[in-house]
């Protein structure tokens, strides 16, 4: 079917429109980005966008916004849980700023559940702040979204946004999943505003149980970069202003805003689930005079490994068990980030780790770094092999990404750019073959039950990239910073970071058993925003047969009538 009858169809769609959102006229250059990278691009204009809002002509998908609030959501009971997405200001490292925010907190409330349970979440748009963005959708990240990729989350990939004073209810299963997951809005850049929130799925049968004493909200830590700009206005690629641990920090110059404290018992086993919900930033995570025992990676459960220090990228997480066998006191908790403000003098980039007893003072502890975390050294508890043949080359299909700068990023000669009508509705309207699916030459497809390489070269404009994978979990044959090739036990994860030198070239494989448009995409959210994606649309014909709920095929009409009005 030809594009033009596809806009014809009830669900048509308008582009994207963008409002004259300012731009600072000097950009403060990002540290990935040079400035001859910027040099005499003209790329600065229109690089942020925002819609007009006007409310009273906004469709409502499914229902109105505006049910009761919980800060932890837990899916046990069964039924519906509403999370209202709101705008507030919220000042979490000292420095006052409007927010885009689940519920009303930053992060968003942790939402549990049990391995097997089912989500069904309406998330309300209560946007009202045309200083930001004011659609919105909700990315499960992690959550495969098997026979579900309508639920997936990702803004004009899998669905149209939701408009403001309506709601969409997202409805899938955890299936045989368990683990540390999050979510965060897929719609431009607008969780660098605040959109983003932890998720656990507890297995009553976790093989690692016997290692812990201690696994409940408490022991969940998120790392979070915090911007003192919104993201419709920021500088092209800002660096972060200060580094949150569980919604709590400090920058330079600012007050002594009070630190995150995470209390623990002498004696106890904890596990402690890590999750980067950063926009860019990756942090080199430690907790002074304790060493950490990581059980799990991007939900997937691994071997036991001793570590003192992990590097976390975007997107990615971690279980590490830790024993609070130390003497009574205060001990610092370091994120040190890649960007922006490094260090901790005047307590940036930190937290408290506190016994019970120890006096409420700030600790003076130091750091001892011996033993970091290296990728190569994760395996997973269940063997795996990775799939295909065992050497370099051996699968089924096999893509090489060449990723370059031109003012835009591009993954071989191509800048992902949001299509008009999402990738799943064009499928689902019979737009096929691949090459036909906008955007054009950024939809790949591949058939079903094929082993997929992927390798991506190291040392590009704005490496190390970390790169996320949708409806799936890949096997990491070649990480950054290792030159050998590991086919028996890699670590199986979902989001990889490429390297930063020119020598690294991050191989990863998964198997096509999972029907839908899955995105993969760089996790720093301003690089997606500018290009940094490839969309495989999986087993179209199978695709082509599901039936989305009535729900869903209103979320486009409505978002058409908003861009409208």
Known sequence: MHVASILALSFSLLPRQASGASIHATPRLHPRISSEDVQNRGFLDGLFHSFAS???????????????????????????????????????????????LAGSSFPGPLITAR??????????????DTSMETVTTIHWHGFFQSRTPWEDGVAFVSQCPIVPRASFVYDFST??????????SHYSTQYCDGLRGAMVVYDPRDPHKSLYDVDDATTVITLADW??????NAPFIPNPSSTLINGLGRYPGGPASPLSVINVKQGKRYRFRVVAMSCDSSFDFSIDGHTMTIIEVDSINHKPLI????????????????????????????ANPDVGNTGHDGGINSAIFRYAGAQNTTPTTTAAVRNPMAETSLHPLVASPAPGKPYPGGADIIFNLDITFNGHFA???????????????????????????????????????????????????????????????????????????????????????TGASKSDNTTFRFVTDNAGPWILHCHIDWHLDIGLAVVFAEDIPSVGKERPPISWQSLCPAYNKFIKS
Request: net charge positive; glycine share 10%; charged share 10%.
């Open 175 to 184: 299936a045989k999943q368990a683990g540390t997951f999050w979510y965060h």
């Open 115 to 128: 391995k097997g349970q089912s989500f069904r979440i309406n998330v309300a748009n209560q946007l009202n």
């Open 411 to 497: 993954v071989n000669g191509k800048s992902f750019s949001s299509p008009g009508v999402p990738v799943l509705l064009q499928i689902l309207s019979g737009l096929a073959p691949a090459q036909n699916l906008l955007p054009t030459g950024s939809v790949i497809s591949l058939p079903p039950n094929k082993v997929v390489e992927i390798s991506v070269p190291g040392g590009t404009v704005g490496a190390p990239h970390p790169f996320h994978l949708h409806g799936h979990a890949f096997w990491v044959v070649r990480s950054a910073g290792s030159d050998h090739y590991n086919f028996v036990d890699p670590v199986i994860r979902d989001v990889v970071s």
């Open 307 to 334: 570590v003192d220090q992990i590097t976390i990228y975007a997107g990615q997480r971690y279980s590490v068990i830790i024993t609070a066998n130390q003497p009574v006191g205060n001990y610092w908790v370091r």
């Open 54 to 100: 006007v409310e009273s002509a906004a469709e409502k998908a499914v229902g109105d916004a505006g049910a009761a609030f919980a800060p932890i959501l837990d899916v046990t009971g069964g039924g519906t849980t509403t999370m209202p997405i709101v705008n507030r200001v919220v000042a979490p490292d000292g420095f006052a700023r409007p927010s885009v």
């Open 227 to 232: 911007y003192h700009y919104l993201s419709t």
